[in-house]
């Protein structure tokens, strides 16, 4: 028997309507680091207070009130407001250590993004949000990974799709929620999701 054996994603993709932007991590943390049923779930992981900041001003936006959970109906009505689809890199993964670490996944199953994309006629761009992520990407798509903060051109089905890479969210990635987000901020400005200002 496997001493580590496959874990199976939890989640479905969150695809809304009209979605322009498909941003993919690696895979989601174990269950028991969940404040929420959703992407990005772990409290400890600053993806949605990025968006707070950006968006609001506010790096407690979409937390609950005096809880330590993100409010998943909150994020929903965002992210289908504005175009923003969710799923991970990897479908199938096992985990070395129990752990939500990059380093110790083993993948078991790529996603097929191009897949996905099919179901996305109105996606121009793909984000990634970590290292394993954006390696398991660009091996699909067959470009070279962009740095931090930068992004590569591919094409899919005659469309010119733009592949970007972020820094992570995670706290292992020891920079300010600020720095971050200024990679994130140029993204979304120059996808139009975020008004320049």
Known sequence: MNEYPIEFHPLQPFIPSGARLLMLGSFPPPRQR?????????????????????????????IVPEQKKFDRE????????KGIALYDTACAVRRLKNNASDQFLEIAQYTDVKALLQQMPLCSAIV????????????????????????VETLFADRHITLYRMPSSSRAYPLKIEQKALSYKQMLEELTILAKN
């Open 74 to 81: 909150k994020l929903i009505e965002f992210l289908s407001e």
């Open 34 to 62: 969940w404040s929420m049923d959703f992407y990005y779930p772990n409290f400890n992981n600053d993806m949605w207070r990025i968006f707070g900041y950006l968006f609001f001003n506010d790096t407690h936006y979409f």
């Open 128 to 151: 990634t949000t970590g290292q394993k992520a954006t390696q398991t990407l660009c091996t699909q798509f067959d470009v070279q990974v962009p740095e931090v903060g930068g992004s």
